[in-house]
């Protein structure tokens, strides 16, 4: 999507710590989601973050906001080979109803 | 847990054909969107209802429409097909903050 940026592609090794990045300009951001989408697969919601939260938590992964440079982060803690796809950040604004705005998408490719 | 139907799973079809793809949201979910997404593409919004009424409309030609039935299952009716509509097309429904998407239909046209 053309208001909301993320890096094409992130190489780690099995067991290291990942994080994708996402930046948006949208000030008026509801909530902000990560997707993960595997080669012909369905996108599958990880996680999600009110706007006005700067942390959540969910066992491997990690949500960062920082609203005031519209900077979304999401790290995946051990990350392992089943974790390589594609990890969309999206966005829902006050006034666009529940319709979601997606990143462009970052390829995590997790190596042995 | 139940989740999103969409069917069917691939769709070929040649130009100027007619499609029509069926999305089956969870149940109790009262809204019911429509994306597509081109190939290396990021998902884009076309079309979304709210209790059976259209809530949203996004980027969705005029040769596409849609609509959502009284048992909430919602259909997108794509007419006089360009080889550009190949793409994904994902039916997603929610009744919060959460929105859980289909497997997505494949179509492809020829």
């Known amino acids: 999507g053309e208001d909301v940026e993320q890096s094409l592609f992130l190489s780690v090794r099995e067991g290291d710590s990942s994080v994708i990045n996402c930046t948006y300009t949208?000030?008026?951001?509801?909530?902000l989601y990560w997707y993960k989408q595997e080669p012909g697969a369905g996108l599958q919601l990880l996680t999600y973050?009110?706007?006005?939260?700067d942390m959540k938590q969910d066992q491997r992964l990690t949500v960062l906001l920082n609203k005031k440079d519209k900077h979304l982060s999401l790290r995946i803690a051990d990350t392992q080979t089943g974790d390589s796809a594609i990890y969309f950040c999206?966005?829902?604004?006050?006034?666009?109803?529940?319709?979601?705005?997606f990143g462009t998408g970052t390829q995590l490719k997790v190596e042995l | 847990a139940a989740g999103v139907i969409q069917s069917p799973r691939h769709l070929i079809k040649e130009k100027r054909e007619t499609a029509t793809l069926k999305c089956y949201p969870i149940?109790?979910?009262?809204?019911v969107y429509w994306y597509q997404q081109g190939p290396g593409q990021d998902p884009q919004f076309l079309i979304s209802?709210?209790?059976?009424?259209?809530?949203d409309k996004g980027s969705i030609p005029d040769r596409f429409s849609a609509q959502q039935f009284s048992d909430y299952h919602s259909e997108l009716n794509m007419s006089s097909l360009e080889l550009g509509d190949s793409a994904l097309y994902f039916c997603?429904?929610?009744?919060?903050?959460?929105?859980?998407f289909g497997q997505g239909t494949r179509l492809t046209v020829v």
């Open positions: 997603a429904s929610s009744s919060t903050a959460e929105a859980f």
């Open positions: 949208d000030s008026s951001s509801t909530y």
């Open positions: 973050i009110f706007s006005n939260m």
């Open positions: 999206a966005e829902t604004f006050t006034g666009g109803g529940n319709k979601l705005t």
């Open positions: 149940p109790r979910h009262d809204t």
């Open positions: 209802f709210y209790e059976k009424m259209q809530s």
